[in-house]
């Protein structure tokens, strides 16, 4: 594939632009691979890639019934950080964050990773206890994250309201710098291009229907709509329906389904320096670099795989936001959309073998996955490729719902993706 840079720009300009080829190709699939991944998001594309690049494994397909990149991928709201309580957590999202830093050059893709700070609202002494437990954490474990004052917060964030006056006070706040955002398509197909260099089949409008197994219970592969593709390792990486996946091995995963939505607004001047978010009030915002604000919540409360959400969770978010910074209450929203997020009991997610030799599992990361794309990734290519998890990874597994070891991060994923 043609390198992109600064003088491929300049040479396509001065030819019409008639020189640049497909991203990546679209191959027939064959009948047999070494391994395929289910579900063509960035985690399933970003495995297939580190699959060839770090572990020499290039007769790989990643199988995706809708087009890549269509999943939650291309529907979040880009929030990047790795402020979390745990040591599972803090080492799987610190990995994920330090491979953002250096990912549009890995890739040659330019994915606009942007270090432009998340910034946590503290509104009253249980936030406070908290975000200081969480601070002190991260810190102890060599992670970025500290505590602002109110007039700290204002200065970071200009158009936040912190007067005494306000709904909900603010009395200080947990800032980690090297948090921010990035442009999710460009992942996916940042990811695509490099895999499909690699010699990996991209395979869209390819819906997995069943799994197979041989007499001693081992995967021998996958139906799907364009016939059976064998393969003797499976991987499944795909968000909100892992469950349905997973029921076609006969497994029950703990995993359950919901919508989570996101809006945004008219295109504004820059104005919005980071990200904000207030778990209390329960909103979070920031602002793209078309102009948008970018607004989102928690997930609606039942199970669903509309994509769509209802009216009142949007209402009550706005609602939210207009408290935290009056000075938006006049701008008009343009659209909005949901997705479906695979949320476990502790908020952490799940990446490990399964009961089924040859099938391997990640999922389970919810409403907070997009962060962990490059780090999940790469360890999930790690696990297809030698058959046990990562150190990084160890703790993850789907056992623990069976021992009780559980990651309980609630407090650090509910509100906050
Ligand atoms: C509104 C919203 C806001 C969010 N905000 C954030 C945020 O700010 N920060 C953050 O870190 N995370 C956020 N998330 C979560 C994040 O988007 C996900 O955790 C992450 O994108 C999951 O990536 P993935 O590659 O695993 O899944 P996906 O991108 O969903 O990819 C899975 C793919 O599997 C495919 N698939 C499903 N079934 C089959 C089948 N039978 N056969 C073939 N293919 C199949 C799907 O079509 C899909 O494309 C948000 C999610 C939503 C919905």
Redesign the pocket.
């Known amino acids: 594939m043609r390198k992109y840079s600064v003088f491929a720009v300049a040479r396509e300009a001065l030819r019409g632009h008639k020189g640049w080829g497909p991203h990546w190709a679209s191959p027939e699939p064959r009948k047999q691979y070494d391994a395929i991944i ?8 970003g495995a297939a890639y580190y699959l060839a690049k770090e572990h020499g494994i290039t007769n790989v397909a990643v ?4 087009w ?13 950080r790795s402020n979390y309580l745990y040591e599972e957590s803090m080492d799987i999202y610190e990995h994920s964050l330090k491979l953002w830093e250096n990912l549009s050059q890995d890739l040659n893709y330019n994915v606009m990773y942007s270090p432009r700070g998340v910034m946590m609202l503290s509104h009253n002494i249980h936030d406070q206890q908290s975000f200081k437990r969480h601070i002190n954490a991260n810190r102890l474990y060599g992670i970025d994250n500290e505590w602002l004052t109110p007039e700290q917060a204002k200065a970071y964030c200009p158009p936040l309201d912190i007067s005494k006056t306000a709904r909900y006070p603010i009395n200080g706040a947990a800032l980690q710098r090297r948090g921010g955002t990035a442009r ?1 398509d460009a992942v ?1 197909w940042g990811y695509a291009r490099a895999a499909s260099d690699r010699g990996v089949h991209i395979i869209q409008n ?4 069943g799994i197979r197994r041989d007499e001693t219970g081992r995967v021998t592969g996958v139906d ?1 709509n364009r016939g059976f593709i064998g393969a003797k390792k499976v991987g499944i ?5 892992s469950s ?2 997973m029921q076609m091995a006969d497994v029950r995963v703990p995993l359950q389904s919901q919508p ?3 809006l945004v607004s008219e295109p504004l001047k820059p104005i919005f320096p980071c990200v904000v978010m207030s778990n209390s009030v329960h909103a979070y915002i920031s602002q793209s670099d078309k102009g948008e604000f970018v607004i ?1 919540a928690g997930t609606d409360q039942y199970n669903s795989y509309s994509q769509t959400g209802g009216l009142q969770i949007i209402t009550h978010t706005l609602d939210a936001i207009c408290e935290l910074f009056p000075m938006f209450r006049r701008v008009k929203m343009m659209r909005q ?5 695979d949320v476990t009991q502790d908020r952490s997610p799940i990446q490990g073998v399964t009961p089924v030799p040859g099938l391997y599992l ?2 389970g ?9 490059p780090g ?1 990734a790469n360890l999930f290519a790690h696990l297809i490729a030698r058959g046990e998890p990562h150190r990084l990874a160890a703790g993850l597994t789907l056992e623990r719902f069976r021992t009780g070891r559980l990651i309980d991060e609630a407090a650090a994923a509910a509100v906050a ?1």
């Open positions: 289910i579900g063509g998001g960035g985690h399933g594309l199988l995706e019934k809708g890549i990149g269509g999943g939650n991928t291309g529907r979040n709201t880009t929030i990047i999710h996916a390819c819906e997995v229907t799907t990486s795909a968000a909100g329906h349905v996946l989570l939505q996101a989102g959309w949901g997705g479906i997020v990640n999922a990361w919810g409403t907070g996955g997009f962060k962990a794309t999940s993706h």
